[in-house]
């Protein structure tokens, strides 16, 4: 066949593309988180609490102000939240659920709960207490959920999943009752 044979298309993996697609959202995100953090004054290298906290909380008011109409499912889409809830439900109802969810409630603020602790509210664009403690995310929920740059996390709050942008200490977007028991 010469250069004018048919092209054949292979099937796409769903799954494959659903991730993809998230991978996408997030990359897109990463660049902007990039971008407004090299236009911030930069910390010095002894930079003290004070010098950090400003920092931090400038550079989620310019990701607020960049991302002033983002809601949620801008990175965790429908079909992602789905896939979420297909890679977490086996763990928590499978041989080892209850060790996995002994492990999610580690340090869940909604579960967990300390003296003094600020409950996050679980809105885009929301800041994360700084008294509120960070979740575990078990390993063998962490190792099938997409990779994520070092930039962002993923957390539980209650049954919740959330992608928090760690030197931001925002909420990018969540999924609702991700796991369906803690």
């Not at 796409?12 to 995100?29: C, E, G, L, M, P």
């Not at 990701?63 to 801008?74: L, N, Q, S, T, Y």
């Not at 679980?122 to 979740?135: E, F, T």
């Amino acid at each position: 066949m010469g250069a004018c044979a048919a092209r054949v298309d292979t099937p796409v993996n769903h799954r494959a593309r659903i991730v993809k697609d998230f991978s996408d959202r997030v990359q897109s995100y990463i660049a902007l988180h990039k971008k407004l953090a090299a236009q911030l004054p930069h910390l010095p290298s002894k930079a003290d609490a004070a010098q950090v906290t400003a920092h931090r909380d400038a550079l989620a008011a310019a990701i607020r102000e960049a991302r002033a109409g983002a809601k949620h499912g801008d990175i965790f889409d429908e079909e992602m939240e789905g896939e979420v809830r297909r890679i977490i439900r086996p763990e928590v109802q499978g041989p080892r659920g209850n060790e996995i969810v002994a492990a999610l409630r580690q340090g869940n603020p909604r579960v967990d709960k300390g003296k003094g602790e600020a409950q996050p509210v679980i809105k885009v664009n929301a800041s994360y207490p700084q008294s509120a403690p960070l979740s575990t995310v078990p390993p063998s929920i962490l190792i099938n959920l997409p990779k994520i740059p070092e930039e962002l996390e993923y957390r539980f709050v209650g049954r919740h999943l959330i992608l928090r942008d760690v030197a931001a200490n925002l909420i990018v977007d969540y999924v609702w009752e991700a796991t369906p028991r803690l």
